[in-house]
């Protein structure tokens, strides 16, 4: 069964208090932010938890406590929050709050991602890719990838357009993988950016000049597609 993010009941006085509260953590004011989502928290709004989770996470106007954050985060997950879902995800990735478990965090990965979280997908295509917490599948890897660099994640993008030039889990194409890697490079800052651009130009010099036209055509034409 899917959930969106608001599959459960928010009265309008509650969504009001959880625009205060992020409004309030936009502006660093930790204090206020604090007393709109933990009465809503405690109440089971998983919106409020999620944000909760995450003031946890990073110390934000409370101690930072990873602990605190995966009780949070937990909770809010089990609801179907997309956020939540992923970040406990990350904390299994990571052994924060939680004992290290690559396999539950792909689990959670998976969840999120058949949502259509393009982060989830992405990082699901990359533990495909290198065999962590699931068995490798580079069809699987490119899949998810694929997903996820559709809706314009430039990790992911990179990620295919690797995968198209070393040909794995899917046929070895050059001019996609340049259009996919020059996306990626486009999108990405500082050292990724560098990293990208670098990649995309190792596999131009396996390319005529009229393919590498045609790839920054294909790049230049490219849209999001915001599809599961």
Known sequence: MKYSILAFSLSLPALADIAAG???LKNGDYATALSEFMPLAEQGDALAQAALGAMYHQGYGVPQDYNQAVFWYRRAADQGDVLAQFNLG???FRGEGVAKD?????RWYRIAADQGYAFAQGV???MYYEGRGVPQDYIQAVSWNRRAADQGDE?????????YDKGQGIAQDYLRAHMWLNLAASRAKGDLQK???DARDRVASKM???QIAEAQRLAREWKPNASK
């Open 155 to 163: 990790s992911a993008q990179y990620n295919l357009g690797v995968a």
């Open 195 to 197: 990293r990208f651009a």
């Open 124 to 126: 699901l295509g990359a």
């Open 90 to 92: 990350q904390s299994y």
């Open 208 to 210: 005529t000049l009229q």
């Open 22 to 24: 992020r409004q309030a």
């Open 102 to 106: 690559y396999s539950e965090a792909a």
